[in-house]
C-alpha cells in the first residue's frame, strides 16, 4: 500500500465509464489533480504482489480532516483494504476526522456512524483547525 504514488490512476479507475453512479468527470479530475499537484488531495494505492493496482481511493486533506471523495477496487475488498489503510496513516499522522460522505451497511461495519448536522459542524470545525495531516508520507506499508 502507497499514498500519492499513482493519483492519476486512482482517479482514472474511480472514473471508469462502465462503475454505476458515475459522477467523476474530465472537468472534475482535472480539478482535484490540480488540488493533488497543490498538496491538498492525496490517493491511497492497493497494489498486487505483480504490482498491478488493484484497489484505491482518493480525498481532501484539510487539517485534521479527510474528505473521502472515491474508491475503487479491481480485487475483491481491495478498496476495503485502501479505507484500512487511510484509517490507520490518519491515526498515525494526526487527522481528527475521516469523512465519508455516507454510512453504507459496510462502512458501518468498520466503524462508520452518522452524527447530527450540528455534532458534524462542531467536528469539521474541530478538525480543519488541527495541525495539517501528515499521513501522506509514501511509504509504503
Request: net charge neutral; charged share 25%; proline share 3%.
Amino acid at each position: 500500500m502507497t499514498a500519492d504514488r499513482a493519483f492519476d490512476q486512482v482517479i482514472e479507475a474511480c472514473a471508469a465509464p462502465g462503475r454505476e453512479g458515475r459522477w467523476i468527470n474530465d472537468e472534475i479530475k482535472d480539478a482535484y489533480g490540480q488540488l493533488h499537484r497543490m498538496g491538498w488531495v492525496h490517493s491511497i494505492e492497493v497494489w498486487s504482489a505483480d504490482g498491478g493496482l488493484v484497489g484505491g481511493l482518493y480525498g481532501v486533506a484539510v487539517g485534521g480532516l479527510f474528505a473521502g471523495e472515491s474508491m475503487f477496487h479491481r480485487e475483491t475488498d481491495a478498496s476495503k483494504v485502501a479505507l484500512v489503510e487511510l484509517a490507520h496513516r490518519l491515526r498515525r499522522g494526526g487527522g481528527r476526522l475521516l469523512d465519508t460522505q455516507w454510512v453504507t451497511k459496510h462502512l458501518a461495519s468498520l466503524g462508520a456512524r452518522e452524527v447530527p448536522r450540528t455534532t458534524y459542524l462542531s467536528m469539521v470545525a474541530i478538525a480543519v483547525a488541527a495541525p495539517q495531516v501528515t499521513a501522506f508520507d509514501d511509504r509504503p506499508r
